[in-house]
Structure formats: structure tokens, C-alpha cells
């Protein structure tokens, strides 16, 4: 009985945090993506790696690793899911990402340098472009 508990605790845990964090990383997603049916197969994928490696966590915070997950595959299949309607529809991949990361969820700018693999001063040159960007009148 005693294994079948300690099976079932890690998974009571997953669906615990999944619970508690799948809204605000499916907001993430749509901002990303532009398209919250895509948004959904990339949370999807992002939260089963994240139950892959669950056991391997401990210590590390479950929600940044998701939306670590949720970048990387953003990063990976941006340009076809890349568009959608918006403001953000107007920004590159990496653009996105950098202002998703930076504005929306409030990562430092060291921390997303390190999560996208770029240095920090391009994250600062990505994140004040789309923030122009955002800024300028659309041109039609």
C-alpha cells in the first residue's frame, strides 16, 4: 500500500500545481502565440515535460521550469505559430519572448538572458525594440 502512496503523491502534487499555475502559463502562451488554440497544444507539451521531470525537481521551482518549457518550444516553433491578432502580432519571436519574460512575468534580465541563451545586452536591445515597436503607430 505504502508504494502505491508514494506514487500517487508526486502526481497529487503535479495536478496541485497545475491547478494552481496552468491560467496564468496559458496567458503566457497566448501572448506568445497569438492564438490561444496554439496556446493550449504549447502549454500542453510544456506541463507534460514538466510531469516527465517531476520527480527530479525538488528544490526547483515548478512554474519556472514550465515556462522555461514554454519558451523553448515557443523558441523552437515561433514562426508557425508566430502572428495572430494583437498588438504583440507586429513583434519577431525573440521580441516576444524578451517582452513576455521581461514586462509580463518580471524576469530579470540576467535570469531571461540565461533562459533564452543570449547575452544580456541583446535581451535589453530586444526588449526596448519591442517596446518601440509597441509604442510607434501601426502602419497599415
Sequence with gaps: MRAVEQR???YAEFESFVAG???RLL???VLLTG?????RRLLAGALARTYASWRHLRGDDPYDHTRQELCAAFARTGRRHHGGAGVL???TVAERLV???RIYEGV???VTAAQLGLPAERVRVLCN???AALRSPEVA
Design 21 to 23: 499555475a496552468a491560467g
Design 99 to 101: 517582452l513576455v519574460l
Design 108 to 110: 530579470a534580465e540576467e
Design 27 to 29: 496567458h503566457v502562451a
Design 89 to 91: 502580432a507586429r513583434l
Design 8 to 10: 500517487a503523491c508526486p
Design 35 to 39: 492564438d490561444p488554440e496554439a496556446a
Design 129 to 131: 525594440r519591442a517596446v
